[in-house]
Nanobody, 124 residues
Framework: VQLVESGGGLVQAGGSLRLSCAAS????????MGWYRQAPGKERELVAA???????YYADSVKGRFTISRDNAKNTLYLQMTSLKRADPAMYYC???????????????????WGQGTQVTVSS
């Protein structure tokens, strides 16, 4: 499974961006898909995740502002980000678990496939 992110860029604080992650194959059989982010000097952190059944997880820092979704017909994962803050800039990575494996959404070891990342920058 190859993952390619897009949609990052520069946005003013309070603005919105939608990230997309296009998968090379079918994602209907992928249990867990998620978005991680990593800012300079910080550890990579899970921002949001979604299961094949539609269950979601959000980090406390983004609850109410970010929405994760998946379109299995388009083999694409999305992250709608609103009310962007100065704490949100980072490289955002898409991740997916192995097809047909039932795994935990919030366990980093669950994610075996990673994209190259897309940069999000927020200006004040």
């Amino acid at each position: 499974v190859q993952l390619v992110e897009s949609g990052g860029g520069l946005v003013q604080a309070g603005g919105s961006l939608r990230l997309s992650c296009a998968a090379s194959g079918n994602i209907f059989n992928i249990n867990a898909m998620g978005w991680y982010r990593q800012a300079p000097g910080k550890e990579r952190e899970l921002v949001a995740a979604i299961s094949s059944g539609g269950s979601t997880y959000y980090a406390d820092s983004v609850k109410g502002r970010f929405t994760i979704s998946r379109d299995n017909a388009k083999n694409t994962l999305y992250l709608q980000m609103t009310s962007l803050k100065r704490a949100d800039p980072a490289m955002y990575y898409c991740a997916a678990s192995r097809p047909y494996h039932i795994v935990g959404l919030t366990t980093t070891a669950s994610y075996e496939y990673w994209g190259q990342g897309t940069q999000v920058t927020v200006s004040s």
